[in-house]
């Protein structure tokens, strides 16, 4: 089992930045392939941004390429998205997710076990 808490989000102007955070806790937290997705209202919840377990490789939504980074720290049992150059289509809602270990770094939701709560993002024009 992984419990998994995001936080960091909230109302920024186009071209700002921001830091979320995902900690995680439980039995397999600290080996687990990790994934950032969003869900804007009205419509699916996307992938953003995967990590491999080993945080070799990472893997990121083209929408996002460039602007966002992904990233782990074992000490804290942390994974972070830093999102720069923010625009008004980022506004969603961003989830963490967990699944178990393996080098391919999936887009769909399904592949993931454990899921955050949710930190809402609010870009304005």
């Known amino acids: 089992q992984v419990q998994l808490v995001e936080s960091g989000g909230g109302s920024v102007q186009a071209g700002d930045s921001l830091r979320l955070s995902c900690a995680a806790s439980?039995?397999?937290?600290?080996?687990?392939?990790m994934g950032w997705f969003r869900q804007a209202p009205g419509k699916e919840r996307e992938f953003v941004a995967g990590?491999?377990?080993?945080?070799?490789?990472?893997y990121y939504a083209d929408s996002v390429k460039g602007r966002f980074t992904i990233s782990r720290d074992n000490a804290k049992n942390t994974v972070y998205l830093q999102m720069n150059s923010l625009r008004p289509e980022d506004t969603a809602a961003y989830y963490c997710?967990?699944?178990?270990?393996?080098?391919?770094?999936?887009?769909?939701?399904?592949?993931?076990?454990?899921w955050g709560q949710g930190t809402q993002v609010t870009v304005s024009s």
């Open positions: 439980g039995r397999t937290s600290s080996s687990s392939g």
């Open positions: 997710a967990a699944r178990p270990p393996d080098t391919v770094i999936p887009v769909r939701p399904s592949a993931y076990t454990y």
């Open positions: 990590l491999s377990w080993n945080n070799a490789y990472t």
